[in-house]
């Protein structure tokens, strides 16, 4: 499976911006999916993710402002970000947990997008 994503770029304090990524390749499952940040010399975070089911996840920095949604028959999810803060700007990446069936089991492996910068200007 991979994961594209685009809908990052420069925008001002309070702006918006809305984030896609597209899941593409078979997969026994792919859940959830959802969306980290790197902001410059600090760790990746947990920005959302969505479960299949619909369940949603928010780091407490973002909630209130960002939407995390999901078209499951597309396997695609979105990041609609409102009222951005220069403290939102990092490189923002899709993340999937992706189930591959063998004969046996299910084995699960994180899967990366490529990142897509994020610039809050004040």
């Known amino acids: 499976v991979q994961l594209v994503e685009s809908g990052g770029g420069l925008v001002q304090l309070g702006g918006s911006l809305r984030l896609s990524c597209a899941a593409s390749g078979s997969a026994y499952s792919i859940n959830p999916m959802g969306w980290y940040r790197q902001a410059p010399g600090k760790q990746r975070e947990l920005v959302a993710d969505i479960t299949t089911a619909g369940l949603t996840n928010y780091a407490d920095a973002v909630k209130g402002r960002f939407t995390v949604s999901r078209d499951a028959n597309k396997n695609t999810v979105y990041l609609q970000m409102n009222g951005l803060k220069p403290e939102d700007t990092a490189v923002y990446y899709c993340?999937?947990?992706?189930?591959?069936?063998?004969?046996?089991?299910?084995?699960?492996?994180?899967?990366w997008g490529q990142g897509t910068l994020v610039t809050v200007s004040s």
């Open positions: 993340h999937a947990r992706v189930g591959v069936a063998t004969i046996e089991r299910v084995n699960y492996v994180e899967e």
